[in-house]
Structure formats: structure tokens, C-alpha cells
């Protein structure tokens, strides 16, 4: 499995960016998804995840403003972005789990960055 990232880019203080992460294979429908992050000089931390049941989860520094979803028909999942701040500028990577098997891959990252 192969996990592609896209959709980062350079946005203004209060909008809105979509990041979407496709998966190449025919087991999408078996991994749960997360979106993760690095901020500059940080540790990568959780974002938010989405399992094979549709149940959502996010750290508490996105809730209300991102919505991660995923279409199992496309094997893709996103992550839809508002309200973004410089507090966002970080790179982002998809991770999926083999909910069976706990067989972890991660996609590539994309750089997201906010201006003031």
C-alpha cells in the first residue's frame, strides 16, 4: 500500500485548505486513517483519525475547525481545514493502519503554511 498526500500549500491567516491522501491497493476499506503533523522544531503529533467505521477523533487544537472524512469507494481520505493559524504551519502525513494486521504505512509529507 501506498499512501499520497496532496493539497498543502500557502493559505492567509483564516482560510481554508483540504488536504486529501490516496491510497493505491485494494484494502482501504480495511485501514484506519490519520492525519499527523510536525511543526517546525516539534515532534510529530495526531491531527486527527478516522477508523474503518467512520468514527472521528481530533486533538483538542483542531476540533471545530478541521473535519477529516473518507470515501472507502475512492480510497482516499481528507482533511478539510478552516480557520487555519500560524499555529497550523507544520508538514502534514496520512497514516493508515491495517485494522486487522496493525500493519502501519505512511504517506509522504505536504508542507502547509500559514502567513499572518
Known amino acids: 500500500v501506498q499512501l499520497q498526500a496532496s493539497g498543502g500549500g500557502l493559505v492567509q491567516a483564516g482560510g481554508s485548505l483540504r488536504l486529501s491522501c490516496a491510497a493505491s491497493g485494494s484494502i482501504f476499506s480495511f485501514l484506519s486513517m490519520g492525519w499527523y503533523r510536525r511543526p517546525p522544531g516539534k515532534q510529530r503529533e495526531l491531527v486527527a483519525n478516522i477508523n474503518t467505521g467512520g468514527t472521528t477523533n481530533y486533538a483538542d487544537s483542531v476540533k471545530g475547525r478541521f473535519t477529516i472524512s473518507r470515501d472507502n469507494a475512492k480510497s482516499t481520505v481528507y482533511l478539510q481545514m478552516n480557520s487555519l493559524n500560524s499555529e497550523d504551519n507544520a508538514v502534514y502525513y496520512c497514516?493508515?493502519?491495517?485494522?486487522?494486521?496493525?500493519?502501519?504505512?505512511w504517506g509522504q509529507g505536504t508542507l502547509v503554511t500559514v502567513s499572518s
Open positions: 497514516k493508515g493502519k491495517h485494522r486487522i494486521y496493525s500493519t502501519e504505512y
